[in-house]
């Protein structure tokens, strides 16, 4: 009988022996957290040498940055980095205008003799630099090919051209008098073909094809009224526009055109 009792009491299951496994785990659990939050714990002199840095890499303080609380959400507050991009744009800008006025400057002295006798003006806006020169100093009447001295001339300036990136778009323009002869039908084919010249002449003159654009406008766009003799004198020209970097494109509204034109008294050429 005792010999069977105490089988019974060996054979007894404990049924609470989890709680060790799980006190065990909750034990790992809370030191885990603990060495968790531990971690998260942000040294505030070094916060403040990153913000210091910070502020000296981008160029501007760190006004207001409110000090870390230590949980591990903590996030170090960036400088706004729009006033550097402004800064950067505004330098980049006026490195480009000062590239300009220098190509300006260079121009004006290669065509300085007809700017004195008014058969060439060049002035500058914010499309780039314009050229605009009478047919007298290019052609022979009725006529699209280049004159010999006006091909030096042309010459000149593709020189002081050729080792820069602009586009260069060349235009030609006529005045409202008909034209049909072997040659030119019409006002069209006579303004695109002595655009034409141009653009072949400053390419073989090393400025780049991909650069070059020739725009026939017969007797659009004129700078005065045709009703006169010099009126349609000054409306027969060759305009050479050096665009500015950022006119990379070709196509030029003729509102952009015309306010490029209205602008042009207010620019003074500079002697050589």
């Not at 060790?20 to 939050?37: E, G, H, P, Q, R």
């Not at 403040?48 to 996030?75: C, E, H, Q, Y």
């Not at 706004?80 to 950067?88: D, E, G, Y």
Request: no cysteine.
């Amino acid at each position: 009988m005792r010999h069977r009792r105490r089988r019974q009491e060996e054979e007894h299951e404990n049924h609470e022996r989890w709680l060790v496994s799980y006190a065990d785990f909750i034990t790992l659990l809370f030191a885990f957290f603990v060495v968790m939050y531990a971690i998260s714990q942000v040294n505030e002199s070094k916060y403040r040498v990153l913000s210091s840095s910070l502020g000296d890499a981008f160029g501007s303080k760190i006004t207001g940055t409110p000090t870390p609380s230590g949980s591990a959400n903590t996030m170090v507050e960036v400088p706004n980095s729009k006033p550097v991009a402004r800064a950067i744009k505004s330098e980049q800008r006026l490195l480009a205008q000062q590239k300009m006025q220098q190509l300006s400057d260079a121009l004006s002295k290669i065509v300085q003799p007809l700017l004195k006798n008014g058969q060439v003006r060049l002035y500058q806006s914010e499309e780039g630099i314009h050229i605009d020169i009478k047919d007298t100093a290019l052609f022979a009447v009725a006529q699209a090919t280049p004159s010999p001295e006006s091909q030096r001339m042309l010459a000149g300036i593709a020189g002081v051209l050729r080792s820069q990136s602009n586009p260069v778009r060349v235009e030609g323009f006529t005045d409202d008098v008909p034209i049909r002869n072997a040659f030119y039908p019409s006002n069209w084919e006579l303004s695109a073909a002595r655009a034409g010249s141009v653009v072949r002449l400053f390419q073989e003159n090393g400025i780049a094809a991909d650069r070059l654009v020739a725009v026939g406008r017969a007797e659009n766009r004129p700078v005065t009224s045709n009703a006169s003799a010099e009126g349609r004198a000054q409306n027969r020209r060759v305009a050479i526009t050096v665009l500015a970097d950022h006119n990379a494109g070709f196509d030029i509204t003729p509102a952009a055109n015309q306010a490029a034109e209205a602008s042009a008294p207010a620019i003074q050429n500079k002697p050589a």
